[in-house]
């Protein structure tokens, strides 16, 4: 065995360490098996140029296959669930305090006390019931239900 296999094994095994401090990043791992090759390759012959070919290729070849059946290439994937405050727009809320355009007022959506104020003129009262259009800084905007 020459000194090149353990030289590239000791690579790989470092690859693998670095590949830990880095999880589902996959760029370190596909230079372990690219490595790993290179090793096979340095038990046939003594060529430095063939076995650092081989690195390249294979861990070439290993990263697009992780990317590929990773899911990494494909961009991050938004759901249609909304959170926050922006979960508020399209619930429906019972006014606590008299709104009117000119004076915000509160209303109670699920539990919780929220301050509102009216997308357009006019005057709700007490009691009655409001569907949240849209959320700014710490108030809803609500219209009647």
Request: positive net charge; charged residues 15%; hydrophobic residues 55%.
């Amino acid at each position: 065995m020459s000194d090149f296999f353990f030289i590239w094994i000791v690579i790989s095994l470092l690859f693998i360490l670095f590949e830990l401090g880095h999880p589902s990043l996959f760029l370190f791992l596909s230079f372990s098996c690219g490595a790993l090759c290179a090793a096979l390759v340095a038990l046939l012959t003594n060529s430095l140029v063939g076995q650092c070919t081989i690195f390249l290729v294979m861990s070439l070849i290993a990263c697009l296959l992780f990317v590929k059946y990773s899911g990494i290439g494909k961009g991050v994937q938004c759901s249609d669930k909304r959170t926050n405050t922006q979960a508020l727009v399209g619930k429906r809320a019972i006014v606590v305090r008299d709104i009117s355009f000119d004076r915000p007022g509160e209303v109670k959506i699920g539990g919780e006390l929220w301050m509102a104020c009216l997308s357009d003129q006019g005057r709700i009262k007490a009691g009655d019931w409001v569907v949240v259009v849209d959320v700014r800084g710490a108030h809803v905007v609500v219209v009647p239900a």
